[in-house]
């Protein structure tokens, strides 16, 4: 059951909305607002799996409230919808990081049926929108980090989470290489501590390089090593580059956006 939030500045259209979502599949609606602040200040108390948000909206649309929600809430999933298809709109939607636009005068029923059983599995628009964006550019890009201590993990996935990027995260090099030959587990880019037990960082990385689609995925390398042979190693298996700790964490985040 996902719960959802409908924020849109016509009751007409949300009450409309609700009945369809209801005949779609499984939604709770625990939610509604008529503008971005509205929406915001429901965010406070309540905690959406998806979120349907009218672009034209008073005080605050739905553009400038899904950068804020988002900002706050980096993994929430929210769908624009507008009677207009406006290529400016459907740019600055997505590129806040929304998963969807969809035009309202268009039948949507099966659309709504697979976000509500599968929200994140895609980015979301109507058959009969003409223009859609460059999703490469666009999309959502998930960083996998590998290290068996479970502190840097917590501190690096929260940092990037805050930044806009989905993050995986494993604590087990061979665990991590499984998920990575996955159908659905495909990371723009991987963090790599070079000491954990079993296998070694430059050894995870040159298995990594075996697996075709990652052979020219960055893959950076984390350690408080200053041994230049290791340095070395981690060259010579594939690692794009090298991260000693500690590390400030906007330079990090920066070296993060470089290497995408």
Request: glycine share 4%.
């Amino acid at each position: 059951m996902k719960k959802v939030i409908i924020v849109d500045d016509q009751s007409v259209f949300r009450k409309s909305l609700t009945e369809t979502l209801y005949t779609a599949g499984e939604a709770e609606i625990i939610g509604e607002a008529s503008n971005g602040e509205e929406f915001l200040e429901l965010l406070r108390k309540q905690t959406p799996d998806v979120v349907f948000m009218d672009i034209e909206m008073p005080v605050m649309n739905g553009i400038q409230a899904t950068r804020a929600a988002l900002k706050r809430f980096p993994n929430l999933v929210i769908i624009g919808l507008s009677l207009y298809e406006n290529e400016t709109y459907v740019n600055e939607l997505i590129g806040a990081g929304a998963r969807g636009y969809l035009l309202k005068t268009s039948d949507n029923h099966e659309l709504f049926r697979a976000i509500l059983k599968y929200p994140e599995a895609e980015i979301f628009f109507s058959e009969d929108l003409n223009y859609k964006p460059d999703l490469e550019k666009n999309k959502i890009k998930t960083i996998m980090l590998v290290d068996d201590f479970e502190t840097n993990t917590i501190v690096m996935k929260s940092s990037l989470q805050m930044s806009g990027y989905k993050v995986i995260t494993h604590n087990n090099p061979f665990i991590a290489l499984k998920n990575l030959q996955e159908p659905d587990g495909k990371s723009d880019l991987i963090v790599v501590d070079y000491r954990m037990p079993a296998m070694n960082g430059a050894e995870l990385v040159a298995e990594i390089r075996k697996i075709p689609i990652y052979r020219k995925t960055p893959v950076l390398m984390l350690s408080s090593e200053t041994d230049p042979q290791k340095k070395a190693d981690a060259r010579k298996a594939g690692a794009t580059g090298w991260l000693k700790k500690p590390f400030q964490l906007d330079k990090f985040i920066h070296i993060i956006e470089t290497a995408l």
